[in-house]
């Protein structure tokens, strides 16, 4: 059950390299009701150079219960079971408050939660007195599963990266060739095998001309191949 929507004004704590870490803390919250805890979901965080970065435009879904999305691009949400209060959805956009606030707290009863921040947000990187728009990359998984407990406060975790997805997501692929002369050098040179045959004992003795296999043993003139003993 929701029960109320809040301003928190802590922020939270600071990324590595250039990554704004929206990371999570358990802390006591007020005592207005025995089975009620909250959900602190960050709008606010420093990189590691000091700079202040704020997530705007953000909707984050909430619903009741153990749920996981299959796919790419949002795909199809699936429940896990454990569901509590009929997988009751609640919507929170990060405008609809105050939008400098460096996170929101959501009322909830115990239970466990999926918490999912859709598409259409932005980042802002704020220096100076001046704000400017930058692009950004969600590092982290979109849906994030938390638990509420009474009477403490549990923090939703993003974790993003300044920059385009190119620059964070890329790798590198690295096509190579092979140049061989001689088929022995591609297929193994395996010694004498037996007459146009396949053979995987090791032979002592006299092996026959040719062949293809994993058999050692000494080339020449023809005759029979004994295993463990020497030529007839």
Not at 54 to 80: D, H, K, P, Q
Not at 90 to 110: F, R
Not at 146 to 158: F, G, I, Q, R
């Amino acid at each position: 059950m929701l029960k109320m929507f809040r301003g928190f004004g802590s922020l939270a704590a600071a990324g590595v390299a250039f990554v704004a870490g929206l990371s999570g803390c358990t802390s006591q919250a007020g005592d207005d009701d025995a089975m009620l805890g909250s959900i602190s979901l960050p709008l606010a965080a420093e990189a590691q150079s000091g700079t202040l970065y704020r997530l705007r435009n953000a909707t984050f879904e909430i619903r009741s219960g153990y749920y996981w999305y299959e796919g790419t691009g949002g795909g199809v949400m699936t429940s896990g079971g454990g569901d509590t209060g009929g997988g009751a959805l609640v919507l929170i956009n990060s405008e609809d408050e105050d939008p400098d606030a460096t996170s929101i707290v959501v009322d909830l009863e115990q239970g466990p939660y999926n918490v999912r921040l859709l598409p259409g947000w932005n980042f802002e990187k704020v220096q100076g007195g001046t704000v400017t728009e930058v692009e950004a990359t969600l590092l982290s998984s979109e849906s994030v599963y938390v638990y509420v407990s009474p009477h403490s406060t549990t923090w939703a975790e993003y974790q993003f990266g300044i920059g385009d997805r190119a620059t964070w997501l890329n790798g590198k692929l690295n096509v190579n060739i092979g140049v061989y002369e001689d088929p022995d050098e591609y297929y193994g040179a395996g010694g004498a095998g037996g007459a146009g045959g396949w053979s995987n004992v090791t032979a002592v003795g006299v092996g026959g001309a040719g062949g293809f296999g994993s058999s050692s043993g000494a080339g020449g003139a023809g005759g029979d191949v004994e295993v463990g003993g020497g030529s007839p």
